[in-house]
């Protein structure tokens, strides 16, 4: 990890930045042959409270049906998808844990070649 404390002085290193300058989400290898997923292709996560594009990270570190989003990034906020509800005695927001659904973001050539391999959303329907 190369950012703490939400990016706010991390960032502004370059040195820093330049190591881990793009917001990622680490997925099970398993999780993103499912998906028909690459390492470095974006994906939409989705909650009932919002949504993120961000680029995949394929990383054993992860169990499966499991992901792991920083939340250093205002370009992929992580806390947009969690669920803003305080605990009634620290007070802290509950932004560690939530449930998500993930999908590929592709362009056109991209669904199109999915959909020959059987990695659509599409092909399912």
């Known amino acids: 990890m ?6 706010t002085m991390t960032r502004r290193s370059f040195a820093l930045d ?27 996560i989705s909650s009932r409270r919002g949504s993120i594009q961000i680029a995949a990270r394929i990383s054993g570190r992860v169990a499966r ?6 939340m250093h990034y205002r370009e992929a906020a992580a806390n947009l998808l969690t ?9 802290i927001p509950e932004f560690k844990v939530c449930a998500v659904k993930l999908s590929p973001v592709r ?3 991209q669904e199109a070649a999915a959909i020959a391999t059987g ?3 599409r092909s399912e329907e």
Do not use: C, K
């Open 107 to 109: 362009d056109h050539a």
């Open 18 to 44: 330049a190591r881990e300058s793009t917001p990622t989400v680490e997925l099970n290898p398993a999780d993103a042959a499912a998906l028909g997923v690459q390492d470095g292709e974006m994906i939409a």
């Open 65 to 70: 049906h499991q992901v792991f989003v920083p």
């Open 119 to 121: 990695h659509s959303e």
């Open 2 to 7: 190369y950012h703490w404390h939400t990016g």
């Open 83 to 91: 669920n803003p509800a305080l605990d009634p005695y620290a007070g």
